[in-house]
């Protein structure tokens, strides 16, 4: 229950006083833009002291069903788990970057997460000027004492991915739709290649099509119905809300696609075969509890699939379609890379080795 103190407003009579008073009130909300979590309550439970974070979303914004959606999870599960105080801020581009990190530090927030490769220059020039607010950039490299770099080996979740496409696919051509070309995107692409060609050196990965940015869902849709027109049955995309496009192309074409970052095998059910999913908002949730733990360190931090950092969906609207030995062998490859049995190959160089050793050595099925 609150309580409030009745108290007497002065208001100004001179209109020039009321202009520089609307003025204030109009820079206070733009130097916070700020908002709570959709589906959350900001701060209902937390004490005076309780930890304040901040989330810089990236282009593309909640609603993406995806990567940004993600670090939302996590920060609505922190904030119901810790009574946290939560604010967030979406990126219409990338010129919005450095004042949407400053702004979530001069608003009083301890600890800011930087949603996104595309804000590590940013983060690099805004974190030494609060060296007493604690950074978190989900999939950069800032090397700073107050920020922490959240990365995740993608190439192990994809070459699953692959793995699994090689195994269903019937006319052994696979598709990949990218958001932009870029080394991060490549690791994804790498992987599902690598996966494939070892479940079935026969299979062939068609050259890679990038949308250019994460945002244009059209772009996406049109250059996954080009590889479903050049043969692919299965493509698979890492290109955030514009991927929404290439899961809508393989519903329109009676095909596959794989989803990204979070389990997207609902959005068109049973056209989307699994998802690679990237616990972003598993990043989040653990970086915020060390910091309220008192355990937050600088550095890389990565989560693979020993750690459950990445990994396939639960594919309940395909999986009774895989043959159980297909899912066996996919079983068993998982167990591999964790081992360490298998080395996934996360560049073109190291893939190109890859293959090498592979030699032409009989399809891997599980059977």
């Known amino acids: 229950?609150?309580?409030?103190?009745?108290?007497?407003?002065?208001?100004?009579?001179?209109?020039?006083?009321?202009?520089?008073?609307?003025?204030?009130?109009?820079?206070?909300?733009?130097?916070?833009?700020?908002?709570?979590?959709?589906?959350?309550?900001?701060?209902?439970?937390?004490?005076?002291?309780?930890?304040?974070?901040?989330?810089v979303f990236d282009s593309g914004g909640l609603g993406d069903k995806s990567f940004n959606?993600?670090?939302?999870?996590?920060?609505?599960?922190?904030?119901?788990d810790f009574g946290i105080k939560a604010k967030y801020v979406q990126s219409a581009s990338a010129k919005d970057y450095k004042q949407n990190i400053t702004a979530m530090?001069?608003?009083?927030?301890?600890?800011?997460?930087?949603?996104?490769?595309?804000?590590?220059?940013?983060?690099k020039e805004v974190a030494p000027q609060f060296p007493n607010v604690k950074f978190a950039i989900v999939d950069g490299d800032v090397d700073a004492p107050n920020v922490r770099s959240l990365n995740f080996d993608e190439e192990q979740g994809s070459f699953l991915a692959g793995y699994l496409a090689a195994n269903v696919t019937k006319t052994k051509k696979l598709g990949f739709v990218g958001g932009e070309e870029l080394d991060l995107i490549k690791k994804f692409l790498v992987g599902y290649t690598a996966g494939a060609y070892y479940a079935n050196p026969t299979v062939t990965v068609l050259p890679?099509?990038?949308?250019?940015?994460?945002?244009?869902?059209?772009?996406?849709?049109?250059?996954a119905l080009q590889l479903f027109g050049s043969g692919a049955d299965i493509v698979y995309h890492a290109a955030g809300r514009a991927g929404l496009g290439v899961l809508t192309a393989?519903?329109?074409?009676?095909?596959?696609?794989?989803?990204v970052d979070s389990d997207q095998d609902d959005i068109d059910p049973g056209y989307v075969l699994t998802s690679m999913?990237?616990?972003?908002?598993?990043?989040?949730?653990?970086?915020?509890?060390?910091?309220?733990?008192?355990?937050?360190?600088?550095?890389?931090k990565v989560y693979d699939l020993k750690s459950n950092g990445v990994g396939l969906s639960d594919m309940k609207y395909t999986k009774s379609k895989i043959d159980p030995k297909v899912l066996a062998g996919l079983s068993q490859v998982k167990q591999d890379i964790i081992s360490g049995k298998i080395k996934v190959p996360s560049t073109e160089a190291e893939l190109a080795a890859f293959e090498s050793s592979l030699g032409q050595a009989k399809p891997k099925t599980g059977s």
Not at 25 to 41: D, E, N, T, Y
Not at 105 to 123: I, R, T
């Open 208 to 223: 890679a099509k990038y949308v250019g940015d994460w945002d244009n869902v059209g772009i996406a849709h049109a250059e």
């Open 250 to 259: 393989a519903k329109e074409q009676g095909k596959y696609a794989i989803g």
């Open 277 to 300: 999913i990237k616990r972003v908002d598993q990043a989040v949730y653990q970086t915020i509890e060390d910091t309220i733990q008192g355990k937050f360190t600088p550095g890389i």
């Open 69 to 80: 959606d993600s670090a939302n999870e996590g920060l609505k599960k922190a904030e119901k």
């Open 1 to 55: 229950m609150y309580l409030f103190r009745p108290f007497r407003f002065n208001f100004p009579r001179n209109p020039w006083s009321w202009l520089v008073l609307s003025n204030c009130v109009l820079l206070v909300a733009l130097a916070c833009g700020c908002h709570s979590p959709q589906g959350s309550a900001s701060g209902s439970g937390g004490s005076k002291k309780s930890l304040t974070v901040g989330v």
């Open 105 to 123: 530090a001069q608003a009083g927030c301890n600890l800011v997460f930087a949603v996104g490769l595309n804000q590590a220059d940013a983060l």
